[in-house]
């Protein structure tokens, strides 16, 4: 009977053993697993299109948002890219410089430069994110938001961001929105300084307090800015001369405020110029508050311009909706006695003020007024007409409702009225008005 117990014993001692070492070679076949699992050999010469020696050579491991996977991110899952500074490629864990990787998202593959190691490892690390740069510290946003909320600093005066961004201030932060890759952001002191920055993307320039510049801003041809004066006022001891695509804004409910002690105080380039819930004001007793000089386009839309002269120049195309131009000494809108421009389209409720004339148009040139019934644009000439056009090359057009009045374009200098429609003044205050009723 005790032979038979000790036997008995020394089976069961036998099976924990066996049982044990079971247990001990499927933890490390996991752990193995885990280890090398992530690793494939890629052998389509399609997915590899750089210099290796043997595509078959090549062992990949995939990281997608930081988490391990067994394959690239498909188009489906998002828009993923690959972190090229985190990626790479070497033996036996170490990086080797040499070797460079990329990704195509559109057609899903990979290519390596410099690869010529047997058992060569690549980490391949994938995100939905894209990496910020603000006063050189990396920031992510995820692509599916796009959009990045930041304290704000006390110093510097101007936060600007490339690559078309738009920023806004919510909650004591500024809020960049339409982040895209590569993106780049820093605080400013002055404008000058922001505009030594500007690449060739468009920059946008967010005002975080007023500001005294007593040098001319000047915008190149190539360059397409947006400064956002954010409610804030800004005395310019020169002008900002625009040659490129300029837009002045306030994204804030109160107006921006540019106070200019020049004359021409804005010059409004070939190309475009937009000014936008802004106040321009100039203080100098001559010229205009803003010269055009034969501009694709300016526009004013919720914004006052009020000096010496307007707006004036040597000729280009006008749009003013909803906003006022004032001139206190002289004409509102004026073109030069020896160039014309090409239109001058007045919206909504604007007002048109001049001491002597709401518009005066020298050498040719449309002025079309566009409004409903009640929402007419005013012109007012305190001591002359509201609108002197000179020569008869100048149109004056009236569009009420949804038709333009005009029969037919002799280029006479023809008030042109139709469908019933009758051009009247009214002296208010002794002031003329303009109106179509």
């Known amino acids: 009977m005790k032979l038979e117990k000790f ?3 020394k089976k069961k001692q036998k099976s924990i053993i066996l049982f044990t070492i079971a247990c001990v070679l499927l933890i490390t076949g996991v752990l193995i697993y885990k280890t090398f699992a992530s690793f494939q050999v890629i052998e389509n010469e399609d997915m590899i299109n750089g210099d290796v020696s043997d595509p078959g050579d090549i062992y990949f491991a995939f990281y997608k948002n930081g988490e391990i996977t067994k394959e690239i991110p498909s188009s489906e899952e998002g828009n993923f890219f690959l972190d090229e500074n985190a990626s790479y490629c070497g033996v036996l864990e170490t990086k080797d410089e040499n070797i460079k990787l990329s990704f195509n998202s559109e057609t899903r593959d990979i290519t390596i430069t410099g690869a010529h190691t047997t058992h060569t490892k690549c980490y391949l690390y994938f995100r939905d994110q894209y990496h910020v740069k ?18 704000k600093k006390t110093d510097g005066k101007i936060f600007m961001c490339n690559n078309g961004v738009n920023i806004k201030e919510e909650n004591s932060q500024i809020k960049i929105e339409n982040i895209t890759k590569d993106t780049k952001c820093n605080y400013y002191n002055t404008s000058s300084e922001a505009l ?9 320039m967010f005002f975080l307090a007023d500001e005294t510049a007593n040098n001319s801003l000047e915008i190149s041809d190539e360059k397409e800015i947006t400064m956002d004066i954010n409610g804030h006022t800004n005395e310019y001891n ?6 490129g695509n300029l837009t002045i804004c306030s994204s804030n409910q109160n107006k921006g405020n540019l106070n200019f002690q ?3 105080s804005l010059i409004a380039g070939p190309k475009k110029t937009y000014i936008k819930n802004c106040k321009l004001t100039s203080n100098i007793y001559s010229g205009s508050t803003i ?5 694709l386009l300016l526009k004013i839309e919720n914004s006052e311009i009020i000096g010496f002269y307007g707006v004036g120049g040597n000729g280009g195309n006008l749009f003013v909706d909803n906003s006022k131009i004032e001139a206190t000494e002289k004409r509102a809108i004026q073109a030069n006695a020896s160039t014309n421009f090409s239109n001058v389209i007045i919206k909504n ?6 001491k002597e004339n709401g518009i005066a148009l020298y050498s040719g040139g449309n002025v079309i007024l566009d409004g409903d019934e009640k929402n007419y644009p005013t012109i007012t ?4 007409t509201a609108i002197y056009l000179s020569f008869t090359s100048s149109n004056l057009y009236f569009k009420y409702g949804e038709t333009y009045g005009i029969e037919e374009n002799t280029n006479e200098g023809t008030t042109y009225l139709r469908n019933g429609a009758t051009l009247k003044e009214v002296i208010e205050d002794g002031k003329t008005h303009t109106y179509l009723e």
């Open 7 to 9: 036997k008995e014993e």
């Open 134 to 151: 603000i006063d050189e510290e990396q920031k992510e946003v995820k692509v599916s938001d796009g959009t990045l909320s930041l304290d």
């Open 196 to 204: 030594q920055a500007v690449d060739n993307t468009p920059n946008y």
């Open 238 to 243: 020169g002008r900002i001369d625009n040659e």
């Open 262 to 264: 020049v004359t021409a």
């Open 291 to 295: 010269y055009m000089k034969d501009s």
């Open 349 to 354: 409720k604007s007002v048109i003020i001049g």
């Open 381 to 384: 000439g305190s001591i002359g």
